[in-house]
């Protein structure tokens, strides 16, 4: 029968894994844990070559021990036999409960068997413990050579001692066990240390985002850093950047919300008004009149809107930054074709002073052309008829170098920062003017990493010089 509930399992298990795997707490705790495990079974391995090393040594110094009793056993009767009765005491020190078997030769130095079990393999060097197998069973094997008072010349006999390996893996067994578990222990009380102390520790990072999700939507004041660790100030710090940001952003659409609402309220009224005196003249030259004023606000209204759009265009964040690499002396060219008609419509003599090395900058491409046109339309706006406006490119060193140059009224000293401001018109000058070209400019300006600033033209003039990276 197929099991109907194993899909919403399987689906709860992979949603489970997936919580665990994105989750801050389990990812540290994690990383502790393997690293602690890591190092424990290092330890671990070491630990169990120690308790090799150590099992051996103690059964090295019995099969020492039980040799020189069997040795110091042997000795030789008036007949000039050797003798030897094997002590029980020889035997017994290896009954520990496991079981061990026991081997024992005695040999002279002539090769002659006194007694033991013959064919016991004798290790290489004496006294030192050798692992060897006899009759199938692996064994630990010890050698000594003794002296014996009355053979002659060869007076030595060689004694072999060799024990099951049971109570040798006995006695490593426990002593790794011993420290498995202190491992273990070791292991489970850094675990619990380690819960509680990220608990604790990112108990400063569940404050900070309580302190985040409770502010209302209009609440964009700084957080304060202290409220967490040095390690994470950082991150309050480019939190309150950026809220000071979105609250500088938002404060800039209110006002330019307002700001249009409030520019675009007269003239749009002003054309509602004049479309209705149109409707009304029944005099074909006044109704000209009314529609000629009609058709002069509503380019009024067009070019404003666009200005607007313009600048929102140009303000930090409303849009994803363009890294255009563009000729600025070829913008100004092209843009100057556009405008000639306008020029020569005015009678403005209209120039442009540039070699034909080009001079690149990076930015928005189109941006840059919209600064380029709102520096000669504001120029050619504000000039008389008969004059003059001269677009200037350079460059010195790493820097493009734009200037713009009229035989305008210019604008005073004092007035020179507020004509940035959007909205911003000098009084006395004519009614056409948005007061945004400038603001646009510096928009454009700032946004490039350069510069702009106002000066007097050789003539009298305005002329405005703008500085941006050359590359």
Same mark, same amino acid.
């Given at each position: 029968?197929?099991?109907?509930?194993?899909?919403?399992?399987?689906?709860?298990?992979?949603?489970?894994?997936?919580?665990?795997?994105?989750?801050?707490?389990?990812?540290?705790?994690?990383?502790?844990?393997?690293?602690?495990?890591?190092?424990?079974?290092?330890?671990?391995?070491?630990?169990?070559?120690?308790?090799?090393?150590?099992?051996?040594?103690?059964?090295?110094?019995?099969?020492?021990?039980?040799?020189?009793?069997?040795?110091?056993?042997?000795?030789?009767?008036?007949?000039?036999?050797?003798?030897?009765?094997?002590?029980?005491?020889?035997?017994?020190?290896?009954?520990?409960?496991?079981?061990?078997?026991?081997?024992?030769?005695?040999?002279?130095?002539?090769?002659?068997?006194?007694?033991?079990?013959?064919?016991?393999?004798?290790?290489?060097?004496?006294?030192?413990?050798?692992?060897?197998?006899?009759?199938?069973?692996?064994?630990?094997?010890?050698?000594?050579?003794?002296?014996?008072?009355?053979?002659?010349?060869?007076?030595?006999?060689?004694?072999?001692?060799?024990?099951?390996?049971?109570?040798?893996?006995?006695?490593?067994?426990?002593?790794?066990?011993?420290?498995?578990?202190?491992?273990?222990?070791?292991?489970?009380?850094?675990?619990?240390?380690?819960?509680?102390?990220?608990?604790?520790?990112?108990?400063?990072?569940?404050?900070?985002?309580?302190?985040?999700?409770?502010?209302?939507?209009?609440?964009?004041?700084?957080?304060?850093?202290?409220?967490?660790?040095?390690?994470?100030?950082?991150?309050?710090?480019?939190?309150?950047?950026?809220?000071?940001?979105?609250?500088?952003?938002? %404060?800039?659409?209110?006002?330019?919300?307002?700001?249009?609402?409030?520019?675009?309220?007269?003239?749009?009224?002003?054309?509602?008004?004049?479309?209705?005196?149109?409707?009304?003249?029944?005099?074909?030259?006044?109704?000209?009149?009314?529609?000629?004023?009609?058709?002069?606000?509503?380019?009024?209204?067009?070019?404003?809107?666009?200005?607007?759009?313009?600048?929102?265009?140009?303000?930090?964040?409303?849009?994803?930054?363009?890294?255009?690499?563009?000729?600025?002396?070829?913008?100004?060219?092209?843009?100057?074709?556009?405008?000639?008609?306008? %020029?020569?419509?005015?009678?403005?003599?209209?120039?442009?002073?540039?070699?034909?090395?080009?001079?690149?900058?990076?930015?928005?491409?189109?941006?840059?052309?919209?600064?380029?046109?709102?520096?000669?339309?504001?120029?050619?706006?504000?000039?008389?008829?008969?004059?003059?406006?001269?677009?200037?490119?350079?460059?010195?060193?790493?820097?493009?170098?734009?200037?713009?140059?009229?035989?305008?009224?210019?604008?005073?000293?004092?007035?020179?920062?507020?004509?940035?401001?959007?909205?911003?018109?000098?009084?006395?000058?004519?009614?056409?003017?948005?007061?945004?070209?400038?603001?646009?400019?510096?928009?454009?300006?700032?946004?490039?990493?350069?510069?702009?600033?106002?000066?007097?033209?050789?003539?009298?003039?305005?002329?405005?010089?703008?500085?941006?990276?050359?590359?």
């Amino acid at each position: 029968m197929r099991n109907e509930d194993a899909p919403p399992a399987k689906g709860h298990l992979s949603r489970t894994i997936r919580a665990l795997t994105s989750s801050l707490r389990a990812q540290l705790f994690a990383w502790v844990v393997l690293t602690l495990i890591g190092a424990i079974c290092v330890n671990l391995y070491l630990s169990f070559r120690s308790a090799d090393v150590t099992a051996k040594l103690v059964t090295d110094r019995m099969l020492l021990a039980s040799a020189r009793v069997i040795a110091e056993a042997v000795h030789v009767d008036p007949n000039g036999n050797v003798q030897l009765d094997i002590p029980p005491s020889a035997l017994e020190m290896f009954d520990t409960g496991y079981g061990d078997r026991v081997f024992y030769q005695v040999v002279t130095a002539w090769g002659n068997l006194i007694a033991g079990y013959p064919g016991l393999p004798r290790p290489k060097r004496q006294q030192t413990g050798e692992d060897m197998t006899f009759r199938t069973d692996g064994m630990r094997l010890m050698m000594l050579d003794h002296p014996i008072v009355g053979l002659g010349q060869d007076s030595t006999i060689s004694v072999t001692v060799a024990v099951t390996h049971h109570s040798q893996y006995a006695m490593r067994r426990r002593l790794w066990l011993s420290d498995f578990t202190k491992q273990l222990v070791l292991v489970l009380i850094a675990g619990l240390v380690t819960i509680l102390g990220l608990q604790r520790g990112l108990s400063p990072v569940l404050r900070l985002r309580d302190a985040v999700r409770e502010r209302g939507r209009e609440r964009l004041d700084p957080l304060e850093p202290d409220m967490v660790q040095s390690e994470l100030r950082p991150l309050v710090h480019a939190l309150n950047d950026h809220m000071e940001r979105v609250q500088n952003q938002m %404060a800039a659409q209110r006002r330019f919300v307002s700001n249009a609402a409030h520019q675009l309220r007269t003239p749009l009224a002003l054309i509602s008004t004049q479309a209705s005196v149109a409707a009304r003249e029944t005099d074909d030259r006044s109704r000209d009149e009314a529609l000629a004023a009609l058709r002069s606000s509503t380019r009024h209204v067009t070019r404003l809107a666009s200005q607007l759009l313009t600048l929102s265009r140009a303000e930090p964040g409303s849009r994803r930054p363009r890294n255009d690499t563009i000729d600025l002396a070829e913008t100004a060219r092209q843009v100057l074709q556009i405008l000639a008609e306008e %020029a020569l419509r005015r009678n403005i003599d209209l120039g442009l002073e540039a070699d034909e090395t080009p001079v690149h900058v990076e930015g928005d491409g189109t941006m840059l052309r919209e600064m380029v046109v709102n520096l000669v339309d504001n120029a050619l706006r504000y000039t008389q008829a008969g004059g003059r406006v001269t677009v200037g490119i350079g460059r010195e060193g790493d820097t493009a170098l734009l200037w713009v140059e009229d035989n305008g009224p210019g604008i005073p000293e004092a007035e020179r920062t507020q004509v940035f401001e959007r909205f911003y018109r000098i009084m006395g000058t004519e009614p056409e003017g948005s007061g945004l070209g400038l603001a646009i400019v510096r928009e454009v300006v700032d946004g490039a990493g350069g510069s702009v600033a106002l000066g007097d033209a050789a003539d009298g003039g305005l002329v405005v010089r703008v500085r941006l990276p050359a590359v």
